[in-house]
């Protein structure tokens, strides 16, 4: 195991960066933080067909570029950066990840291809109204019709579930939890209602399905090891994308400290702001040791290591984030507090995607299981 | 989480790791872990542990084979640090010598310096002080008022030092004074080594909070040495005097970290036996504690992994020091209310047990090698480039 970025890994981070300073500008987010559908698909197709980024993890056979987890590390440091609003985690890091955990290797081989290339917009939908994240939160009811399976009841705080061509829907079966592919463009009983949500740079939707035709992945009632790999997965990216995103919120903090003077000298010279700025800092580089434990655990496969890594990085750096964001506003002052200024977006971001996988107490809890304590 | 160092690292790797089996019994086995930077425990036990390394050639492993060194690399030097502390070894009586002091005389000592002390370093026959801080320079160390004339071929020391860390043993001194009378701040200072004994040096003890003598104030009255004991140029002592301070202690950082693991590791256990798992506040706390010293694993390990790529490290190995020093008092609170009544008694002779003198020493590390005050503007400043605040 390595412990460090390759140079291959730092010239993809270049690259990306250098991308997202051209197509996830502040306008281009502010733009689709206020469209509906909240992104672009011209700089999605660009996404996929100048740097590959959908399909970088996913097996050659499937269509991607086979590269690693640190690889894709990279690319979510840089969107949580960016603040990009595109469904990246929804399609790569919930959606591609639950495929290539299921036990179907007919249903990757069909699928997967389709997210490599960009063409399809996919998501995970497992929470319900209740918002868990765990087994006993999925309800939703799927039974064997006479032409297949049919899934009935509804899920909620979807990740970009309003636009997704291909819902990959946790739901419950006789036999216990079972994972079913709907494909939204010809789906009978399925309804999308996008929900207005706090953080604008990544929409969420409600579904509800009535008597929806779908497709069983793998086993009948097998799924939930695969799910809960899934979700270690989605916490580990989540977390670097949360680093980057407090990187940047400092960056901008650091800059305005810099310049903003009162009492003729610039309030980055004062200890009240200058120690603040160097503590952000230090939440910022512990968690990015635990982001990237969860990174190189990923890579080295080991499932305790992965469990364990996984639920530390949400627990550590979803409070790292809204911590280092809301005090970026602090170091704005007024300013930080306007509609006008990009901390608030940072603040959103770092507030919603604490919950996105679940709560830092309930990380705390699955690590605490995890140890044994 | 684990290292690979590569195989060229794995043979010596390999023989530590017997040499330890062997060697690391006894006595030694029974202080496992025992003492610390400002922790005086056990010394006699521990000085005996140095010896048993030096013997085994273990101490310098990076210094040059001319001086006593095994002549290898940093690779070498960092897979020893992490060897070291997976191992849980006493804490080395003098690592202020093998740290600090021995890597400034091979930067910077000129080669009659090097030739007449570094060998006894690596022997363990010469104990040293470090002599700077003093009551009116701690942080500020440009404010040092200890001064140094010349007469003849020696120089002569009057001034006063302070906090020098086993101060009581040493037999040699490395002072930072001022040279030149009419200098200020940071310029006019030279970096002299003084014998301890003579009739010009007196050395108290100072008992620290955990009741402990292991540091000294050094009283200097005519003390003398002689012209050729300047390290690096005369009046050049702030450069000669940064470089020490600057000399990277990431491997330094990572037996101590490992030690904080065990505290967490204990602590568990502690409040498993104590039944505190099932206090939710509590169990918040526990867990993350666990995470903090898990972190700080992970972000020495990553230091470690630029440095082996032969890269610069990134700011985690700045950021390192401010956040393990936080954490472990945290963690030491912890230990202290899980204990409970019982953490109030000591033994007699105020003898503290391993929690009670781990959280009342983890007092001083936020305060020693640099506060966290003085950490903020360093990662405020160098790092985040913010503007320096006044200074006179």
């Known amino acids: 195991m390595d412990l460090t970025f390759s140079e291959e890994q730092h010239e993809l981070r270049t690259v990306v960066r250098s991308f997202l300073t051209r197509h996830a500008t502040e306008a281009d987010v502010r733009r689709l933080a206020a469209d509906p559908r909240g992104h672009d698909p011209w700089i999605w197709r660009r996404m996929a067909t100048e740097i590959g980024l959908q399909g970088l993890a996913v097996p050659e056979e499937y269509g991607g570029s086979g590269f690693g987890y640190a690889d894709l590390g990279v690319v979510f440091e840089e969107t949580g950066r960016a603040l990009l609003c595109a469904p990246y985690f929804a399609t790569v890091a919930l959606a591609a990840e639950a495929l290539l955990r299921c036990d179907d290797e007919a249903a990757r081989a069909e699928l997967l291809p389709g997210i490599a290339s960009g ?122 994308e949360q680093v980057g995103g407090a990187a940047a919120a400092l960056d901008t903090a650091v800059a305005y400290a810099k310049i903003r003077e009162q009492y003729g000298r610039p309030i980055g ?7 603040k700025c160097a503590d952000m800092l230090v939440e910022i580089e512990s968690a990015r040791s635990a982001a990237y434990a969860g990174l190189w655990a990923l890579d080295a496969g080991d499932e305790t290591e992965i469990a364990v890594a996984a639920a530390l990085a949400q627990a550590f750096c979803s409070e790292a984030f809204t911590k280092v964001a809301a005090d970026t506003i602090q170091v704005h002052g007024g300013i930080g507090f306007t509609w006008e200024h990009p901390a608030h977006l940072y603040l959103k971001r770092a507030k919603s995607s604490e919950v996105l996988l679940g709560t830092p107490a309930y990380h705390r809890e699955l690590l605490a299981a995890r140890l044994g304590i | 989480m684990e290292v690979d160092f590569g195989p060229a690292v794995r043979d010596f790797r390999d023989e530590l790791r017997d040499w330890f089996a062997d060697h690391l019994v006894g006595e030694f086995a029974e202080h496992r872990g025992v003492g610390g930077p400002t922790d005086g425990a056990a010394w006699d036990v521990r000085l005996a542990w140095d010896r048993e390394l030096s013997a085994g050639n273990w101490l310098g492993v990076g210094w040059p084979k001319e001086y006593g060194g095994r002549g290898l690399g940093l690779i070498e030097e960092i897979a020893f640090e992490y060897e070291y502390a997976r191992a849980n070894a006493p804490y080395r009586a003098t ?48 404010s040092v008022r200890t001064r140094a004339e010349r007469d003849g071929d020696q120089w002569v020391v009057n001034g006063q030092k302070v906090w020098t860390s086993f101060g009581v043993h040493a037999d040699w001194l490395y002072v930072l004074t001022r040279t030149d009378p009419d200098s200020r701040r940071h310029k006019g200072l030279t970096l002299l080594l003084l014998p301890t004994d003579q009739p010009g040096v007196e050395i108290r003890p100072i008992r620290n909070l955990a009741g402990q003598d292991e540091f000294a104030e050094v009283f200097l009255s005519d003390a003398r040495t002689g012209a050729d004991m300047a390290v690096g140029e005369v009046g050049q002592g702030w450069r000669t005097a940064m470089a020490t301070l600057g000399i990277e202690r990431g491997t330094t950082l990572l037996p101590q970290q490992l030690g904080f693991e065990r505290e967490a590791e204990a602590l568990i256990d502690l409040a498993r036996a104590r039944g505190a798992l099932d206090d939710p506040m509590l169990r918040r706390r526990i867990v993350d504690a666990w995470i903090s010293v898990r972190i700080m694993r992970t972000t020495n390990l990553r230091t470690i992994a630029e440095l082996t790529a032969g890269r610069t490290p990134g700011p985690q190995a700045t950021t390192a020091k401010l956040y393990a020093s936080t954490r472990h008092q945290q963690l030491g609170h912890l230990a202290m209310e899980l204990a409970g009544p019982a953490g109030q008694i000591v033994g007699e002779d105020y003898e503290l047990d391993t ?37 006179p």
């Open chain 1, 119 to 240: 063409e399809t917009v996919a998501t995970l939908a497992l929470t319900e109204d209740d918002g868990r994240w765990d087994e006993l939160g999925i309800r939703l009811n799927a039974r064997a019709g006479a032409s297949g399976w049919l899934l009935t009841g509804e899920k909620t705080y979807v990740p970009d579930g309003h636009l997704a061509d291909l819902l990959l829907v946790a739901a419950r079966t006789p036999a216990g939890i079972s994972l079913f592919a709907v494909t939204t463009a010809d789906a009978p009983g399925l309804t999308r209602t996008p929900l207005p949500t706090l953080d604008q740079t990544r929409k969420q939707a409600r579904v509800t399905f009535a008597d929806t035709p779908a497709r069983l992945l793998g086993t009948d009632g097998t799924a939930w090891p695969a799910l809960a790999r899934t979700l270690a997965t989605a916490a580990v990216l989540l977390a670097v």
């Open chain 1, 269 to 275: 010279s004062f200890q009240g702001i200058k120690h």
């Open chain 2, 95 to 142: 690592v202020n010598a093998l740290d600090l002091l021995g890597p400034m005389l091979l930067a910077m000592g000129d080669e009659a310096q090097k030739k007449r002390f570094l060998p006894p370093i690596l022997a363990v026959e010469e104990l040293w002080g470090q002599g700077f801080s003093e009551p009116g320079a701690g942080s500020d160390l440009a």
């Open chain 2, 355 to 391: 929690r009670q003198r781990s959280f009342l020493l983890s007092l001083a590390e936020t305060i020693y090698g640099g506060s966290s005050e003085i950490q903020r503007n360093i990662i405020g400043e160098l790092l985040l480039g913010l503007p320096r605040e006044p200074r």
